[in-house]
């Protein structure tokens, strides 16, 4: 994970975004955080696994996906589309 971090720094000049897919049903890790913290607004936060949640609090400018239901993925589909 850290040497993707590093890979990424070095090339974030060329990216307009950076797609960071979450596990909804764990806390955010360390790894997460430094993501956030290096990449800042090009990150589109993306939790997954929203199947799995009873209450879901949204938070603004996030995406919530389930993978194996389908369920947020057209909303994203047209976010990446129109950001692109």
Do not use: W
């Not at 070095?10 to 360390?30: G, R, S, W, Y």
């Not at 936060?45 to 389908?70: C, M, Q, R, W």
């Amino acid at each position: 994970e850290q040497q993707g971090i590093t890979r990424a720094k070095a090339q974030q000049h060329l990216v307009d975004k950076i797609l960071l897919l979450i596990d909804a049903t764990l806390p955010e890790t360390d790894v997460e955080k430094e993501i956030l913290a290096t990449f800042g607004e090009k990150v589109i936060k993306i939790y997954n696994k929203i199947d799995l949640l009873k209450d879901v609090t949204h938070e603004p400018g996030a995406f919530y996906i389930s993978a194996k239901t389908g369920a947020g993925m057209d909303e994203l589909r047209r976010h990446i589309q129109t950001c692109m």
